[in-house]
């Protein structure tokens, strides 16, 4: 855990970064304009992060992990399993449609391939998708879900389609509501009909 000072200093080169994305894009973030925005030298932001990649790793976990906490935190007190699923996907939803996720991924989409990016969004959505397999764990043992697919590939599997609306919101090419209703159907009847 970082201490008080360590702490402030972090948040305050993150917020800095995003303030330069947002105003000057990509191409503006390098460690010796994010130094100058943070009010810091470059030895004491280097002493932080070893590079941009690093900042942006960063502060993607940051927001992941606040997101999913809230998330985690709300879907525990849904009580039915079914109805805790609808929760996730509702509130994931929402937050994709949100406008600062929107402006943030503008900025952050073009560091997906990042390994440091990766390797801080699954770290960070490891409770989201622990909660999903168990919510699935307890509605199969209820009956409420078809024991067709193990939980832990479940889970990945709403995560997917989740990740893949997720484009069309923060492209504005889908509504929240029609975006929830797409996962919800495919989740609730499937896709493909009975072969003749």
Known sequence: MLDGH???QRDQILGAALELLREKGMAALTMSALA?????????LYHYFPDVDAVLAAWV????????????????AVSDP????????????????????????EHFESEAGS????????????????????TVT?????????????????ADLVLGMLGAVRR???AGRISPED?????????????LRPLP
């Open 168 to 170: 069309h919101l923060v």
């Open 6 to 8: 360590r702490a402030h």
């Open 36 to 44: 100058e925005r943070a009010r810091m030298s470059r030895a004491t």
């Open 61 to 76: 976990g940051q927001e992941i992990e606040r997101s999913v906490a809230t998330m985690v935190a709300g879907a525990r």
């Open 138 to 154: 307890e509605a199969q043992a209820q009956g409420r879900i078809e024991e067709r697919v193990a939980p832990d590939l479940a």
């Open 115 to 134: 390994p440091g990016v990766r390797r801080e969004v699954e770290e960070r959505m490891a409770p989201l998708r622990h909660l999903l397999a168990d």
């Open 82 to 105: 079914v109805d805790r699923l609808r929760y996730l996907v509702e509130t994931q939803v929402q937050t994709f449609a949100s406008q600062s996720h929107r402006l943030s991924a």
């Open 179 to 191: 975006a929830m209703r797409a996962v919800m159907e495919l989740l609730g009847t499937g896709w």
